[in-house]
């Protein structure tokens, strides 16, 4: 079933909410049935939950925002359109929007990521954009992030079979300003994304959410060439937490960028010297994450009492809690515990985490 275009526009408002972060807009939705519903109801939970001056985004600014998409010429897709790659809907939780420019189709393709360091060796770079060839003529697509060194090797690689280049601004942030000539061809021939609103520039807090959409999008990532402490690691545990193959590509340990493909390896990662390495793996069947196929909120009632929301959160602390702990701690129902713990991460006084945990 489609969405309307007013629940599109729901969504999109959801999204920009204070305090609604990936976790919260799913549990939203799964709790409300829809976005309209969850913002009805958002500063009702936030006040009951202990917070105050609750206000919803002005739906003068998210038009703006799809105002600015049209004039960059952004395509955008929510959670739950047709068009959303459906790779990454299994991840847990997805991102609830993205904005295009491009080939949106591209999305839902069969897709690889090859990533690597920034200050990349001539030859790690001939390596990613030879694997990238290789990978186009294979049949994928490559994922990468637009960044100098391994990320530009791995698209220009790969402009004629299809590219997807995601950034942690908006789509129209082009980072850095020396691949705006391949940014421009990749909008021409692949796609760009961000879940960043139009004419955000990148922080440094955007690069994880990128690196993550990175790795959802794609059955497995390679790892060229990255110190040890890298974006491109935090991309292959993200990878290896989301069910996906993570290959490294090995180098001379007399090179500092290839101590993290190296380390990667003795961790378990496949080696990777060409296709045949990708094919082989992906021959093995591997089982993705996925999210529940049903979520808590069944028996969620429709109010939750104060007193109640005080006590779960009295049992969280710093470190990750599973709600099904709290709700046997409680001895209450999941469903009245998992609503508690929304309502608790709206006003601000904890945390929604994946795979069911909150902490403080």
């Keep these: 079933m ?47 939950g202990g917070g105050h001056g609750y206000a919803l985004p002005l739906v003068e600014r998210i038009e703006q925002e799809l105002a600015a998409g049209d004039r960059v010429g952004a395509t955008l897709v929510v959670l739950g359109d047709a068009a959303y790659p459906p790779m990454l809907a299994a ?20 897709a690889v990521g090859v990533v690597g360091a920034r200050i990349a060796s001539a030859g790690g770079q001939r390596i990613a954009r030879g694997l990238a060839t290789q990978l186009g003529q294979a ?30 601004g908006g789509v129209d942030d082009v980072y850095p300003s020396e691949n705006a000539g391949l940014y421009d061809q990749i909008v021409e021939q692949g796609c760009i994304v961000s879940e960043s609103p139009i004419g955000a520039r990148a922080q440094a ?30 991309t292959a545990r993200l990878a290896n937490e989301q069910g996906r193959d ?5 180098g001379s340990p007399l090179d500092p960028r290839s101590k993290g493909p190296n380390e990667l390896l003795r961790q378990g990662a496949i080696l990777c010297e060409d296709i045949d390495d990708v094919r082989r793996a ?10 529940p196929a049903d979520h808590p909120f069944n028996d969620a009632p429709d109010e939750i009492d104060a007193a109640f ?3 779960v959160a009295d049992l969280l602390s710093p470190t990750p809690t599973p709600r099904d702990e709290i709700a046997r701690a409680l001895n209450a129902p999941i469903g009245e515990v998992a609503a508690a713990l929304l309502e608790l991460s709206l006003s ?13």
């Design 2 to 48: 489609s969405l309307s275009e007013a629940e599109r526009f729901a969504r999109l408002r959801l999204a920009r909410c204070e305090r609604v972060g990936p976790v919260s807009f799913r549990q939203l939705l799964e709790r409300f049935g829809s976005a309209e519903r969850a913002l009805d109801a958002l500063p009702d939970l936030v006040r009951k």
């Design 91 to 110: 991840v847990d939780p997805p991102p609830p929007l993205l904005w295009t420019r491009g080939d949106v189709g591209l999305l839902s393709r069969e």
């Design 139 to 168: 049949g994928f697509v490559v994922v990468s992030g637009l960044a100098r060194g391994i990320d530009a090797a791995a698209h220009a690689g790969s402009l004629e079979t299809g590219t997807i280049a995601v950034l942690g």
């Design 205 to 234: 807090r955007d690069f994880p959410r990128r690196n993550r959409i990175i790795s959802g999008l794609s059955r497995g990532v390679i790892v060229v060439e990255a110190e040890l402490r890298s974006g491109s690691l935090i």
């Design 246 to 250: 993570v290959f490294a590509v090995p």
């Design 282 to 291: 992906f021959e093995t069947l591997r089982t993705l994450a996925e999210p």
């Design 309 to 311: 929301l005080d006590r």
């Design 348 to 360: 601000g006084r904890a945390t929604l985490l994946p795979g069911g945990s909150a902490s403080l």
